[in-house]
């Protein structure tokens, strides 16, 4: 059973370029986590979703950063006209639904790490 | 304001010399309490979820153990394959709270032959 899939596993952009960063869950699971891991710091939420749906995106900056999950194929979390700033590692997780018991742990994929020269 | 603080921040070891590390947390509600491994470079990964106070979950060397204000992860006679970053978080209940995780800094681990 393969693990939760982001790609790519590296970007580099330049300033004011868009960065498109692409995750697919465990198998069977409809629920996806972004995280954001800036250098020297903790994991930090950005956004929930299900499919079609965004379920709490209150830790995303408001400007610039957009995320969806489509009924077919990955969740993506797009960044635009990206700054020095935005370098970090990013974290897609996902799980089995989003209740106590277990079902709710979260599943981390390796992470993509973009750097913005 | 919900928070996990983790200590130590870093914790060198002798190969089978036995610790602990701490997970404290002052939240509103807590649904969830997750165990974390992150390799340099990888992606977390789960070790284990404790939901209440005197629950216990044991694997291999790791044992971690829960009360009402803080979270241990007990390392047994760890081994150089041990040493990583391990990382704390909780999950919480009400309004707002979907299950999104608020993680702790984290405590690097480094085990020495």
Redesign the interface.
Known sequence: NAG?M?NPRHLVRRRGQEARLRCSPMKGHS?V?W?RQLPE?????MV?LQKENI??E??MPKERFSAEFPKEGPSILRIQQVVRGDSAAY?C?S?LQ?G???A????????T?LTVL | EDQVTQSPEALRLQEGESSSLNCSYTVSGL??L?W?RQDP??????LF?L?SAGEEKEKERLKATITKKESFLHITAPKPEDSATY?C?V?LYGS?N?????????TTLQVKP
């Open positions: 939760v982001q629920h986590y995280y710091e903790g994991l930090k939420f929930y379920i709490d209150s830790g974290f997780a799980s989003a106590r018991g277990g709710d742990t979260q599943y981390f994929g390796p992470g790490r | 649904r969830g997750f974390y470079g990888k992606g977390p990964e789960f979820t939901y990382l978080a999950s707002g979907t299950g999104k995780l608020i993680f702790g800094q984290g």
